[in-house]
């Protein structure tokens, strides 16, 4: 039976190459979606078995819009993780010279990641916010004639048959996103092989603000020797001051000592939500080639 997997689109998308790459091998149809909230809830409503959108980044942090959406939107699991190094590419519909363009349009996230080359190379360019790299190639081809350039993938360039104006644009080389894959309770995890590593999240909410509470916590898994590769606080929006801690820690849920420390601090009075165990994909090479004619289904 075909997949349908959801991803943020268009075509050319850094979270299509990582949609791909967690089906490599396997029938799927990758259907595209405008924003990051679009994708998770056709995964929720049943219009598609899996979705796949970015959660973190090593430059700019977390994506809030992701993070947010699956702590207070919908009721999905994690089902795996992928890491891409990213580079972002200046794309205009013809050559131009840099003092030429008037706008440029991009992701926040693409923009921030290139704060320094726009700075230096294009001060003068009014910034034009978009849901997608890919949507910004989009709609800068949209209207070819115009002094316009977007800040993009190579997938979207050889999509859209556009220029190259600068290639590897991102102020830092160590530029890289978390992708997740995310379903249902009932859908199955990706195969995992010996040298995948397992990680689980929780959100964890305090019963009460305290000091040294957050420590308590911690020291649950400090004591059982549980590393944690990531916390991170988010508003509950309930009230000021009050928050989730959203941890990332190696290992699977099932693990004893992982299974101790949830149990150690659900004693503590505090909430503690289950967000998956699956596994991280790394260190495996990554195509960013797409069939042709599949980029925008």
């Known amino acids: 039976m075909q997949q349908v997997v959801a991803y943020l689109g268009p075509g050319g998308t850094f979270t299509e190459v990582a949609a791909r790459h967690f089906f490599t091998g396997q029938t799927a149809r990758f259907d595209p979606y405008p924003n990051i909230s679009n994708v998770l809830d056709a995964v929720s409503?049943?219009?598609a078995e899996y979705g796949v959108v970015p959660i973190e980044n090593s430059i700019e942090g977390t994506v809030t819009m992701t993070m947010?959406?699956?702590?207070?939107?919908v009721d999905l699991t994690l089902k795996a993780e992928l890491t891409l190094p990213i580079s972002q590419q200046l794309i205009s519909a013809s050559r131009r010279e840099f003092h030429e363009i008037k706008k440029v349009y991009s992701h926040p996230q693409a923009v921030a990641q290139c704060r320094m080359f726009l700075h230096q190379h294009l001060p003068h360019a009014e910034i034009e916010y978009t849901s997608s790299t890919a949507a910004a190639v989009q709609s800068m081809m949209e209207q070819p004639e115009q002094p316009w350039a977007a800040i993009g993938t190579r997938l979207a360039r050889s999509l859209y048959r556009a220029?190259?104006?600068g290639e590897d644009?991102?102020?830092?080389?160590?530029?890289?996103?978390?992708f997740v894959m995310?379903?249902?309770?009932d859908a199955p995890l990706l195969q995992r092989t010996q040298e995948d590593k397992?990680?689980?999240?929780y959100a964890i909410r305090l019963n009460s603000d305290y000091p040294g509470a957050l420590h308590r916590v911690l020291s649950a898994f400090a004591s059982r020797q549980l590393n944690l590769t990531k916390i991170e606080s988010r508003p509950t929006k309930k009230e000021l001051g009050s928050y989730y801690f959203i941890l990332d820690v190696e290992r699977d849920c099932q693990d004893e000592r992982l299974a101790s420390?949830?149990?150690?601090?659900?004693?503590?009075?505090?909430?503690?939500r289950w967000f998956g165990s699956?596994?991280?994909?790394?260190?495996?090479p990554v195509t960013t080639s797409v069939p042709q004619g599949k980029g925008a289904r």
């Open 45 to 47: 409503e049943g219009r």
């Open 68 to 73: 947010d959406w699956l702590i207070h939107q």
């Open 163 to 165: 220029e190259f104006l």
């Open 169 to 178: 644009i991102q102020d830092h080389d160590h530029n890289q996103t978390r």
């Open 182 to 185: 995310v379903g249902t309770a």
């Open 198 to 201: 397992a990680k689980s999240t």
């Open 261 to 272: 420390a949830i149990a150690e601090i659900e004693k503590l009075g505090c909430d503690v």
């Open 278 to 284: 699956y596994p991280v994909y790394q260190d495996q």
